[in-house]
């Protein structure tokens, strides 16, 4: 009781505990209420559909009309996102009634890095099915029989980590990761009565709303905060700390005024560019040293002193990847990101790069601070400047990137500048970490709550809504 006391109080206080409970027969699970029947099997309450239909699915076969073709792609909270899914004609769609869905579909992707990614069907916007990496969830039921499942009982039960770790720990697979239906089909789990799983399930459509609900505010609050850090840096950069400073026309129609003592520069009065490679994967000799090798990836923040990967000098001296020194700011040119984002970062020591980034190494007139903070202020300009290549990739366009009109007060400004927007930023990013904290436990209560739900920890069976 011990457990169930603790999963509770993690969950929420205010509920109870069942009763009686007796020892569970499913690994992982120590005890189940004691009127819930014995274990039963995923195969034998539900009929699984996967790898049917859309292999060798052509881009030429897509319509701007016609059924939704969903994939795990889709999904956004374990919702499908219709407006985005391709279409095809209905000649396809009716050529396998298999994985044509109906509403109460639970999806689940069974393979690739989003395996256990999952979706419910709550409503259709028409004729839709889905592609051959997921697996389609549907209840059996015989003949005038009722099923033995609510649909989103079980949704539920395979959100758990009980039932997401049986996925990562039965992977298999060397290079692509994935499980088989039929060791999905042999998972065993505990039924409530049918009536106390259509309580439960309603029980978490209405909690797991209101915490989304709170997740929401949370998220758009870090966009209006984001929104406004971003206008104050692109303030600052291009108009200066002194709103009475003389101003002057810079030449340039989306830069305006600045101040009159500034100069307009480009980056390649102001720096030295070096591009970046990959040593030979086939060479253990260059991988795995202590000189830091960035890739887009590892450009989630704004001072870089460490990467996923590292090589060693021996790679340096022998690969097309170079030695970038402190001080200098790197920039991604190439990669989906340059969508919306501009990822740029500041060196804190020596790394190096690779094909798809850019470093900038400072030359006297430019603070390596100030060179990135201008970068992140003049993101539009710079995004302006992205092009898709042959392959549909974001590309920077560099040789323009290399001549953009770059606002540059005098080194001894340039200082001022950063430290007075260091510190007008700093409250802000305390104010979005404290709201990345909030939605990483209201996460954490949505889980431990959804747990202790379908595996009998409270007592739900007179729960009503609100």
Known sequence: MTEVKEQVQASQGRYQPYP??????????????????????????????????????????????????????????????????????????NLDSNIQLQEGDILLMKDGAAMGKMAFVDSLPGPSCLNSHLLLFRPLVADGAEPTYAPKFLFYFLLTELFQGFIKVNGTGATFLGISQQAIGNYSFYLPPYDEQRTIAAFLDYETARIDDLIAKQQRLIELLKEKRQAVISH??????????????????????????????????????????????????????????????????????????????????????????????????RGMILAHSVPVAITSKPVTINQDMKALVCGDNVDGEYLLMCLQGLKQP????????????????????????????????????????????????????????????????RTALISAAVTGKIDLREWKRP
Not at 65 to 90: L, T, Y
Not at 264 to 293: A, E, H, N, V
């Open 382 to 445: 710079v995004l302006d400047l992205v092009d898709s290549s042959a392959h549909g990739t974001k590309c920077l366009r560099t040789d323009q990137f290399e001549t953009l009109p770059t606002p540059l007060p005098p080194r001894a400004e340039q200082k001022e500048i950063v430290a007075k927007v260091k510190g007008i930023t700093l409250s802000i990013d305390q104010t979005i970490a404290a709201a990345n904290h909030s939605i990483s436990l209201s996460n954490e209560r």
């Open 20 to 93: 009686r409970y007796k020892a569970s027969k499913v690994e992982g699970l120590s005890e189940v209420p004691e009127h819930w029947q014995e274990p039963t099997r995923i195969k034998f309450e539900s009929s699984l559909k996967g790898r049917l239909g859309w292999q060798g699915l052509k881009a030429s076969e897509y319509r701007d009309e016609g059924p939704h073709v969903v994939s795990s792609a889709h999904f956004r909270n374990c919702v499908i996102e219709w407006e985005r899914c391709p279409r095809v004609s209905m000649e396809r769609y």
């Open 236 to 333: 600052v950069v291009t108009k200066g700390l002194n709103p009475d400073a003389p101003m002057k026309d810079s030449g340039v129609e989306w830069l305006g005024q600045v101040p009159e003592h500034w100069q307009i520069s480009q980056p390649r009065y102001l720096c030295r560019f070096m591009g970046g490679g990959t040593p030979s994967k086939d060479k253990s000799s260059y991988w795995g040293g202590d000189i830091p090798w960035v890739s887009p990836k590892d450009m989630k923040r704004e001072v870089i002193a460490e990467s996923i990967d590292s090589i060693t000098m021996d790679a340096v001296r022998e690969s097309s990847t170079k030695l970038i020194p402190t001080g200098s700011v790197l920039i991604v040119v």
